[in-house]
Every structure is written in C-alpha cells, then in structure tokens.
C-alpha cells in the first residue's frame, strides 16, 4: 500500500516562508516522479512543481516560478517544497503526488498516487 504524507503547512504572512515535506512508503519510489499541486476552493486542483527522479529535471508553474523550489531525498523517499516570497494567492490546500517514471507531466490525472493534503494560508 502507498503512503504519502505532507507536512510543513501552516498560516503565514504575505511575503514569508514555509518549506512542505511529503514522505512516501510503499514501493520503490525512489524513481517515481513528484509533483506538488494545489486547490484553493471554488478552483480546480492546479500544478505547482515537479521533479523526477534524479532532480534532473524540474517543472514550475509560472506562478510560482522564482519563489518555490522543489527537492527530493531518494535517501529519505521524501519531497520538499520550499516556498519563499508568499501571497495571498498561494493560499490552498496543497498535495504531494507521485507517479512511475514517463514523459514529465504537470497534469493531476497522470498521478496515480496521493496524500491527504496540507493547508497553507497567506495572510496579507
């Protein structure tokens, strides 16, 4: 059975930081691609960041481009978010997914694993 679990969300004020974790236990995830999305309410669930396995290759959605940093730790089978700089607008519950290994994708319905969510809210 899979298992991610995020961490790390929490209230802020505009223009601070907080850094997400999302640990995975399950099969080896080692060289799954993760992503990071989000849905604020009333909205769709949107790409933020992805990652694949080596950190070779890095995908941002142009939001967040500049201000969010995605890592992994194959070591720990864990995912970080650093998120600096932050808006109002990035106010959202946020998801850590993970998929096999393919053709890099920003899209949620090619994920076929996900945890439960972390709430960030900005403040202005």
């Known amino acids: 059975q899979v298992q991610l679990v995020e961490s790390g969300g929490g209230l802020v004020q505009a223009g601070g930081s907080l850094r997400l974790s999302c640990a995975v236990s399950?099969?080896?995830?080692?060289?799954?691609?993760r992503g990071w999305f989000r849905q604020a309410p009333g909205k769709e669930r949107e790409f933020v960041a992805t990652?694949?396995?080596?950190?070779?290759?890095?995908r941002y959605a142009d939001s967040v481009k500049g201000r969010f940093t995605i890592s992994r730790d194959n070591t720990k089978n864990t995912v970080y978010l650093q998120m600096n700089s932050l808006k109002p607008e990035d106010t959202a519950v946020y998801y850590c997914?993970?998929?096999?290994?393919?053709?890099?994708?920003?899209?949620?319905?090619?994920?076929?694993?996900w945890g439960q969510g972390t709430q960030v809210t900005v403040t202005s």
């Open positions: 997914a993970a998929r096999p290994p393919g053709v890099v994708s920003t899209k949620p319905r090619d994920y076929n694993s």
């Open positions: 399950g099969p080896p995830f080692a060289t799954y691609e």
């Open positions: 990652i694949i396995w080596n950190g070779a290759t890095l």
